[in-house]
């Protein structure tokens, strides 16, 4: 009976490493197979033959053990190892590599799988798909502005390759740059003429003429003095200049074309362009400016002098403008440039404009005043003569485009503190920071973020979250039963699936354009082969010789 056992002992060893062997097979197998995890396996002892129980030591005599005799051994258990797989970069934007325990959650006739490899591609249809199966990839479909549903409500993963996004018109445009504190100047007189002096008298407004002092190109001191004089209704501004000792100079600076009365409108505001003057002389290299925009028309006898006329500091006032793309709500470009003077110490005039080639009208007020505080930083802005209000002030605009599209209210968002315009030493140079209009576009590429994110590239450069891959973590993944393909299904003991965020509710994110390989290692396999080559020879010795044994005691019949 003792032989038979042996026997059985050595057949059992044969069978179980056998399934030993088989393990191994399969991890070298798949040594190359993208996701799969290597397994092992454990052994344990089976039911021991009790040839002698023990007994209880008693006052005169020890205890005794007991005598068991092995019956041999079976598979204990067969795991596998979860270890993380190294990456292999593919360049292809659809190959997904998991970082982490969580595993791809895919859907095939009505049931989930779950899996690790992601060699994934978009099908006919725009589904996310594993290719060798056709199993739909999970996750999470964006609505038309681009958001994520909350939740953990997974569907099909499906992309419109023939999307477009329709053309945005602009609404806003945030500004940044720097206004140099030493350009040259221009400031404008404040003057209100009383209309109800006016007559077929000439009539100079006092307090007129005012003087203003200018710089010439060479450095030169001069003096400006403007008059305003009413012949019929008519306001027709003069100037003269004199040199440092007050005299009049003989050759007095032009102006082409020539000073005409000026204009206002309904309000009383004068609507008469700027006109430049220059000087014919080379002696005395001068060259300003002088704007009317100030000047005011009323019933009222009240006058009044603020800032000077335009001053020149040394050289010819150079505009800094700073102009942007803008789009309609067909799609259409304008450029939309902003234009800033510096008036005199720290306030600075703006003026939004847009080509004549563009076409289009604007509604109120595109014109304004910015001053800047101490620090170089924008204190205050008025548009129209009015002050802006809010923090940062922040002006609008109103463009209608002659093409038929949309009217727009476009906010000018100058910044505030060090991040929008402001007036240092530095040179001046004024830009777009951005704008938030987009003409339309088509979908031109796809990429896949850490956050399982599938964001959509665009033809005019924006992108769009178009949808989002989630991932399932298990409390116990050596429950799973593979279901091949390297896939697997929920078993009794693997527990619910966690569905999940990328890297965010999950510790798992996802990396595009790599594959995770096989985690089997290849010198341990064939390390375990020879421990079960040799095993499995030594329990083939233990069958050929206890079969010896038994020739031998049916020969003693003989």
Avoid at 101 to 106: A, N, R, S, T, V
Avoid at 213 to 227: E, F, L, R
Avoid at 265 to 286: E, K, L
Avoid at 461 to 476: D, E, H, Y
Wanted: with cysteine.
């Amino acid at each position: 009976m003792a032989l038979l056992n042996s026997l059985f002992s050595g057949v059992s060893g044969l069978q179980n490493l056998q399934s030993m062997m088989d393990v191994i097979g399969n991890n070298i197998a798949n040594v190359d197979t993208i996701g799969f995890k290597s397994s092992r396996v454990t052994f344990s002892d089976t039911f021991n033959e009790l040839v002698k129980s023990g007994t209880n030591p008693t006052d005169s005599t020890g205890g005794t053990n007991s005598f068991q005799v092995g019956l041999g051994m079976k598979i204990n258990s067969i795991d596998r190892n979860w270890n993380q797989g190294t990456f292999q970069t593919t360049g292809i934007s659809t190959d997904l590599a998991l970082q982490g325990p969580g595993m791809f959650i895919l859907n095939s006739n009505g049931q989930n799988f779950y899996s690790r490899a992601g060699a994934f591609e978009f099908d006919s249809n725009g589904k996310l798909v594993d290719p060798q199966n056709g199993a739909v990839v999970q996750g999470k479909v964006a609505n038309g502005l681009g958001q994520i549903p909350q939740g953990t409500t997974i569907q099909d993963i499906v992309v419109d390759k023939n999307l477009k996004l329709p053309a945005i018109k602009t609404s806003n445009i945030a500004w940044g740059g720097n206004l140099q504190s030493s350009s040259a100047t221009i400031a404008t007189n404040t003057v209100n003429l009383d209309d109800s002096l006016a007559g077929s008298t000439p009539y100079t407004a006092p307090p007129s003429p005012t003087s203003t002092q200018i710089v010439g190109k060479d450095g030169t001191a001069y003096t400006v003095k403007v008059s305003y004089s009413n012949t019929a209704g008519a306001w027709t501004p003069s100037y003269q200049v004199y040199d440092a000792s007050n005299s009049l100079l003989s050759s007095q600076p032009t102006v082409t074309p020539a000073i005409t009365p000026l204009t206002f409108n309904s309000s009383g505001n004068c609507t008469s362009a700027p006109v430049q003057i220059t000087s014919t002389d080379p002696q005395q290299n001068i060259n300003f400016s002088l704007d009317f925009s100030k000047v005011t028309l009323s019933a009222s006898s009240t006058t009044s002098t603020s800032i000077p006329s335009i001053v020149n500091q040394g050289g010819v006032e150079a505009p800094v403008i700073g102009s942007v793309s803008v789009y309609d709500s067909l799609g259409n470009a304008h450029t939309l440039s902003v234009q800033f003077d510096h008036s005199y110490g720290n306030t600075w005039s703006w003026k939004v404009s847009v080509p004549a080639t563009d076409g289009g009208t604007f509604t109120g007020a595109t014109s304004g005043s910015m001053t800047f505080d101490p620090n170089g930083q924008i204190q205050s802005i008025t548009q129209g003569g009015v002050t802006v209000p809010g923090i940062p002030p922040i002006p609008q605009i109103t463009y209608t485009p002659g093409n038929g599209a949309e009217t727009e209210p476009i906010n000018l968002n100058f910044g505030s503190g060090t991040a929008g315009i402001t007036q240092t030493s530095l040179s001046s140079q004024v830009a777009a920071l951005s704008q938030d209009g987009s003409p339309s576009a088509t979908l031109t590429n796809l990429n896949i973020d850490q956050y399982g994110n599938v964001v959509g590239v665009f033809s005019n450069g924006n992108s769009r979250t178009l949808a989002q891959v989630m991932v399932a973590t298990f409390t116990n993944p050596n429950g799973l039963v593979s279901a091949g393909s390297n896939m697997y299904s929920v078993a009794a003991n693997s527990g619910t699936p966690r569905i999940d965020t990328p890297g965010e509710n999950s510790a798992t994110t996802i990396q595009s354009g790599a594959l995770e390989q096989s985690n089997v290692d290849l010198s341990q396999e064939f390390t375990n082969m020879i421990v079960s080559q040799r095993g499995f020879e030594a329990n083939a010795k233990v069958v050929t010789t206890s079969d010896t044994l038994l020739q031998d005691i049916t020969n003693l019949v003989r």
